[in-house]
Structure formats: structure tokens, C-alpha cells
């Protein structure tokens, strides 16, 4: 299995203590020299900076086509990161990519690209009895990561969860 990421997936966990499923679910993850860099901006004392410099599950590598990188910054309107995670996914030929931003999605998709972001992720890692619930995770993420989750989305994670109240 092959799995490619996004910033917000890794940073996203780490932020609430659970960048540990990450590798429970997919073992080594892969990330773009964008991603890292994107990863390590908030300064060397900053929580997902350290989690990140010593994660022996993330791997980075670089894509081999930055043409095309800048060509979907520009014309898909996508970050770097965003754009360098898609790249380089196509370019492993990726089994998934982890990504949440609306914008990178869509594109992923119409590249072909198999996708899951950090909802996605919570769920799986419930599925597989990793987590016991999905709900708390996800208040977390809100309170403590700022990560915008639109409550009818909220509603449907839990409802595929089993935690409807």
C-alpha cells in the first residue's frame, strides 16, 4: 500500500494526540519536501514540528515533475503542499491520498486519485477497533486544531460511526 499526504491530515492529528493511527492504518506514510516544509514552519518548539522530525512512519520524498506542480498551483488554484502531495501521488502511483482541503479534493478526484481525509481516517481507524469513538476525536479537532467540520458532515460521521445519539 502506497499512501501519500497532505499537510492537514498529519499536522491535524498530531495536534490532538492521535497521529498514531496513521501509521496503525497505513504503515509508512509518504509526504512531498513541500509537505515537510509546511509541516516544520511553525518553528523547531512547536508540537507537530517535533512529532514530524521524529515519526519513523513518514517518509519524504520529492516529485519528479515540478512543472507540473506549478501548473496545478496555478491553473487548480491549490497550495503547494496540495499541489506536490497530488503530483506526487500520480507520480507513486498511489493506493490513497490523504487530503482535506475542498479545493484539493476535487482535483484529486478528477486526477483519478483514490482520497480520504482526516474524517475518513477516524473512521477506518474505528472500523479496525483502534479508536472507540469517532465523536470525541472529533469535538477535539474542532477545540483544538480549529479543523471546520460542517455539522451536517458531522452528523453523517457519526451516524456511519454507530454514535448517534
Known sequence: MIVVSDTSPISN???VEY?????????????????????????SHHPVT??????NWLEVRAVSDPQR???LERDSNLDPGEANAIVLALELQATQ???????????AKRQGLRITGILGILLAAKRQ??????????DALICQANFRIR???????LKLAGEQS
Open 13 to 15: 492529528l498530531i495536534v
Open 19 to 43: 497521529a498514531h493511527l496513521l501509521p496503525a492504518l497505513f504503515g509508512t506514510v509518504i509526504i512531498p519536501d513541500a509537505v515537510y516544509q509546511e509541516l516544520l514552519a511553525n518553528g
Open 50 to 55: 517535533q512529532s514530524v522530525k521524529t515519526a
Open 69 to 71: 506542480v506549478s501548473d
Open 97 to 107: 491520498l490523504l487530503i482535506d482541503e475542498r479545493l484539493g479534493r476535487k482535483e
Open 129 to 138: 477497533k483502534l479508536i472507540s469513538m469517532v465523536g470525541p476525536i472529533m
Open 151 to 157: 455539522p451536517d458532515l458531522y452528523a453523517e460521521v
